[in-house]
């Protein structure tokens, strides 16, 4: 397996463990802290070896982006920085602007005559569009945020395991 390969692969997992973490947070809402400031602090570490892995540099993007991860990482774990409150409002402003972007997607599916893709991603669309402004407009849904964020998250990480995983097949009986 190629280097890049197995960092996707590596990436693709940690997706779907702090996927898992955050959807079941809801056991204790103190613990969103640490699992907070622990993924933040795992994916900037990951950064940081990916770069030095691929490029032999700690100064690129990937290095210094993961220097800053550590970093917030470190400061939400000791409660130098406050993420949780403002991890609420990104993360459903975030969902809801990947929901437009599928419907986007999907318009220009439409557009190429692709309609079985295209209804797929505009139902998919309009249903993260939907969660996001439920997220961001309904207080009491969200107390549920991180757990849909978790199972987001790992469906997401399945998804493209998944995809890492057929591609692969696919283009060994194509040749």
């Known amino acids: 397996m190629s280097k890049e390969k197995t960092i996707k692969l590596v990436q693709y997992i940690l997706m779907i463990v702090v996927g898992i973490l955050f959807a079941v947070s809801i056991v204790d809402e ?29 100064v690129l ?19 130098a920085l406050a993420l949780v409150q403002f991890g609420v409002i990104a993360i459903a402003v975030i969902i809801a602007a990947i929901g437009a972007l599928f419907i986007l997607e999907s318009i220009i599916k439409f557009m190429n005559h692709n ?25 009491d849904f969200q107390k549920y945020l991180w ?4 199972v987001l998250l790992a469906v997401y990480g399945i998804y493209c395991l998944v995809l890492l995983l057929t591609k692969r097949r696919i283009v060994k009986k194509s040749k």
């Not at 994916?43 to 892995?53: A, D, E, R, W």
């Not at 993007?61 to 939400?76: F, K, N, Q, R, Y």
């Not at 309609?115 to 991603?121: C, M, Q, Y």
Request: glycine content about 12%.
């Open 115 to 139: 309609n079985n893709l295209a209804v797929t991603e505009l139902v998919v669309g309009l249903i993260l569009l939907a969660l996001g402004l439920m997220l961001s407009l309904w207080a």
């Open 30 to 58: 103190q613990i969103i802290k640490y699992f907070i400031g622990g993924a933040i602090l795992v994916y900037g570490l990951f950064l940081l070896i990916k770069s030095v892995y691929i490029t032999r540099s700690f």
């Open 61 to 79: 993007l990937d290095g210094i982006s993961g220097a800053a991860l550590i970093a917030i990482g470190v400061a939400t774990l000791c409660d």
């Open 147 to 150: 757990v849909i964020f978790g």
